[in-house]
């Protein structure tokens, strides 16, 4: 939770549009450039968690 807070605390206008089994994939990513670009694909084009693992 505290890693989500660090990471993700500008995005809380996203918390609507992805589920929490979203974020645990997108913590992974180290890369900041990296996990905002997963950020938007996953809202923009309606990812699923299963696309996003990919």
């Known amino acids: 939770m505290r890693l989500f807070y660090l990471r ?3 995005s ?3 918390s609507h549009q992805l589920s929490w089994s979203h974020y645990v994939e ?3 990513v ?3 450039m990296a996990m905002r670009y997963y950020l938007r ?3 923009d084009c309606n990812w ?3 696309q996003l693992e990919r």
């Open 8 to 10: 993700i605390q500008k």
């Open 30 to 32: 180290n890369d900041e």
């Open 26 to 28: 997108i913590l992974k």
């Open 41 to 43: 694909e996953c809202c």
């Open 12 to 14: 809380e206008t996203l």
């Open 48 to 50: 699923s968690t299963r």
